[in-house]
């Protein structure tokens, strides 16, 4: 059952289909690439997956694929004015 901590000690398991802590992205120049009729799954293969921890709203993607560890991003919550 894949699953990491996150730093605020949350567990984010994301073995389930379809998982509520999952999110795909995928670059602006790598989406120009599809037009006319896309294949939704060749789509979701060239996207990056990360995760959102529902306790503590950090970022954890895996830029390179499951078998590497992924980054954690923390949200900034410095006011810019």
Same mark, same amino acid.
């Given at each position: 059952?894949?699953? @990491?901590?996150?730093?605020?000690?949350?567990?984010?398991?994301? %073995?389930?289909?379809? *998982? $509520?802590?999952?999110?795909? /992205?995928?670059?602006?120049?790598?989406?120009?690439?599809?037009?006319?009729? @896309?294949?939704?799954?060749?789509?979701?293969?060239?996207?990056? %997956?990360?995760?959102? *921890? $529902?306790?503590?709203?950090? /970022?954890?993607?895996?830029?390179?694929?499951?078998?590497?560890?992924?980054?954690?991003?923390?949200?900034?919550?410095?006011?810019?004015?």
């Amino acid at each position: 059952m894949p699953k @990491i901590v996150c730093s605020c000690k949350n567990i984010l398991s994301y %073995s389930e289909i379809p *998982c $509520s802590i999952e999110y795909k /992205l995928i670059s602006d120049c790598d989406y120009d690439q599809y037009q006319d009729i @896309i294949d939704a799954e060749d789509l979701y293969q060239n996207m990056k %997956s990360f995760l959102k *921890c $529902s306790k503590c709203n950090h /970022l954890w993607i895996f830029w390179n694929g499951y078998a590497n560890p992924p980054i954690e991003y923390i949200e900034n919550t410095d006011n810019y004015e």
